[in-house]
């Protein structure tokens, strides 16, 4: 899987937009790039997933650059609940069912009131 | 609740006790996992069941064994812990393998 980078924190003021960064240069044609995050204490929950098209849902709006070596997650009006590490993955498609998803150390995002 | 049910919440065991830890899914997925997160540490991946067959061992120390029984249940049998084994013991299901995965709100085990 393609190696991401990113910042180990980041602040927020509640209600701003959080936008948080993932570096993944040396992706290749067939991974995904996935958004997890992880509430203190619980287990981490699956945000958006993305391939070369931005993607938005309930929770959050993924934007990958054009030549897709980085994206920025965007929770659009944060709260205190978004407090949590949120992770950054790449992984391809090929390792659906072969190969489980792994996680690095995440952006510990901090939400301030 | 998430759809992954794990227990028990928490576990204080001695290092010569035997538990169990047990995660329960009824979300219809075939594949399952155990990770162990220790404090400050990123997950670690320890175990995968696709169609309740063991597909990866992460390299983990015998002292922690799985079982898979069905595709709705997946054990974590512990004997002989070291108290560096404290952790959060997290449980996973996902469909093929596929980028949903579902995690349980964990085991807090503290080994004494």
Redesign the interface.
Same mark, same amino acid.
């Given at each position: 899987d393609a190696k991401t980078t990113q910042p180990p924190s980041m602040d927020c003021a509640e209600g701003r937009a959080a936008n948080l960064p993932c570096n993944h240069s040396t992706i290749s044609g067939n991974e995904?790039v996935?958004w997890?995050r992880q509430i203190h204490? @619980?287990?981490? @929950?699956?945000i958006i997933?993305g391939l070369k098209n931005n993607e938005t849902n309930e929770m959050a709006s993924l934007i990958i650059t054009e030549d897709r070596k980085s994206s920025t997650l965007i929770l659009p009006h944060a709260t205190l609940r978004d407090t949590a590490v949120y992770y950054c993955i790449v992984?391809s498609v090929m390792?659906?069912?072969?190969?489980?998803?792994?996680?690095?150390?995440?952006t510990r995002l901090q939400v301030q009131p | 609740e998430t759809g992954v049910t794990q227990t028990p919440r928490h576990l204080v065991m001695g290092m010569t006790n035997k538990k169990s830890l047990k995660c329960e899914q009824h979300l219809g997925h075939n594949a399952m996992y155990w990770y162990k997160q220790s404090a400050k540490k990123p997950l670690e991946l320890m175990f995968v069941y696709n169609f309740k067959e063991q597909t990866e061992n992460n390299s983990v120390p015998s002292r922690f064994s799985p079982e898979c029984p069905n595709s709705s249940h997946l054990f974590l049998h512990l004997h002989t812990l070291q108290p560096e084994d404290s952790a959060l013991y997290l449980c996973a299901s996902s469909q093929d393998g596929n980028y949903g995965y579902t995690f349980g709100s964990g085991t807090r085990l503290t080994v004494v």
């Open positions: 995904y996935y997890y204490s @619980q287990g981490p @929950q699956y997933h992984r390792d659906t069912g072969r190969r489980a998803l792994t996680f690095g150390s995440g | -």
